[in-house]
T-cell receptor, first 113, second 110 residues
Framework: DGGITQSPKYLFRKEGQNVTLSCEQN?????MYWYRQDPGQGLRLIYY???????QKGDIAEGYSVSREKKESFPLTVTSAQKNPTAFYLC????????????FGPGTRLTVL | SQQGEEDPQALSIQEGENATMNCSYK?????LQWYRQNSGRGLVHLIL?????REKHSGRLRVTLDTSKKSSSLLITASRAADTASYFC??????????FGEGTQLTVNP
């Protein structure tokens, strides 16, 4: 099956801890994205990567870090510097080009206790 | 920055009625896309309209784009209870990223 997967579905963490969210795709897409969604709101872009070993900050990158060592994988680390990390996190991928329709994973709901 | 703004924020209709959602944006775009999100799930791409197109259809969906007014509308005809979801517009101004609006929550009552 082709698709994009995120794990875990639910994640709990204590204040002061770093946590890494997984995102994997087997669609052979060049570009990958991380978004944050708060209740009743739209998506805000955290980081994106258009090619392996390269990534750019989005609109709300502070307190987050990413890596893109493989085309298939784009993990997101939520660091202790992120002041309000409780949210729904969505990963997406897209082929390059003018038609950049994005394909989304099922999301990870992070709760800080 | 949130470029897209959807209107209304929430819409409640009966099955069989049509649902219209609007999106306004601020800068020039390459294309505009509409996505659907069921509660607690990822987004699903519905339709893409390029800046040189004015109208596009896909099944029960009709999208219009007015670049002079920087606005788009999504029409869902003959709605069904299964259409209940949040709908988001997203604009591509750079070719490398999308900017999403706040969404319209659609409820279709059986």
């Amino acid at each position: 099956d082709g698709g994009i997967t995120q794990s875990p579905k639910y994640l709990f963490r204590k204040e002061g801890q770093n946590v890494t969210l997984s995102c994997e795709q087997n669609l052979n897409h060049d570009a990958m994205y991380w978004y944050r969604q708060d209740p009743g709101q739209g998506l805000r872009l955290i980081y994106y990567s258009q090619i392996v070993n390269d990534f750019q900050k989005g609109d709300i990158a502070e307190g987050y870090s990413v890596s893109r060592e493989k085309k298939e994988s784009f993990p997101l680390t939520v660091t202790s510097a992120q002041k309000n990390p409780t949210a729904f996190y969505l990963c997406a991928s897209s082929p390059q080009g003018l038609r950049n329709e994005q394909f989304f994973g099922p999301g990870t709901r992070l709760t800080v206790l | 920055s949130q470029q897209g703004e959807e209107d209304p924020q929430a819409l409640s209709i009966q099955e069989g009625e049509n649902a219209t959602m609007n999106c306004s944006y601020k800068t020039s775009i390459n294309n505009l896309q509409w996505y659907r999100q069921n509660s607690g799930r990822g987004l699903v791409h519905l339709i893409l309209i390029r800046s040189n197109e004015r109208e596009k259809h896909s099944g029960r969906l009709r999208v219009t784009l007015d670049t002079s007014k920087k606005s788009s509308s999504l029409l869902i005809t003959a709605s069904r209870a299964a259409d209940t979801a949040s709908y988001f517009c997203a604009t591509d101004a750079s070719g490398s990223r999308l900017t999403f609006g706040e969404g319209t929550q659609l409820t279709v009552n059986p």
